[in-house]
């Protein structure tokens, strides 16, 4: 039987999310999260697709499509993108 590890493994956003194209930014508010796992199933890095994000959406650890007996230990509330608008286009609203 083998033990199971508690790591931290980063986090890399796959895609471009569909409101940076409407001028939104994306803001990165966590690096790297803390997973349990055995150490034959440890991840290079867990993926996020943020394709489908638009202006003032978040996207949450519990977000997140983990390997098979990868358990994320951090708060599955956290989040770890967010689609801010940007000055130019909160201009471009208001005019």
């Known amino acids: 039987a083998q033990k199971s590890l508690e790591v931290s493994v980063p986090i890399t956003a796959v895609g ?7 001028g939104g930014i994306m803001e990165n508010l966590v690096n ?7 150490p034959d199933n ?4 867990i993926s996020a697709d943020v394709s489908h994000m638009q202006v003032g959406d978040t996207f ?3 977000d997140l499509v983990l390997p098979e007996g990868v ?5 599955p509330e956290r989040t770890i993108f967010s ?3 940007s000055r130019l286009s909160k201009a471009a609203e208001s005019e």
């Open 16 to 22: 471009q999310a569909a409101g940076i194209k409407l």
């Open 83 to 85: 689609i801010a608008a």
């Open 32 to 38: 790297d999260i803390k997973v349990k796992c055995s």
């Open 42 to 45: 440890i991840p290079e890095s």
């Open 71 to 75: 358990i994320a230990l951090d708060d």
């Open 60 to 62: 949450h650890i519990s």
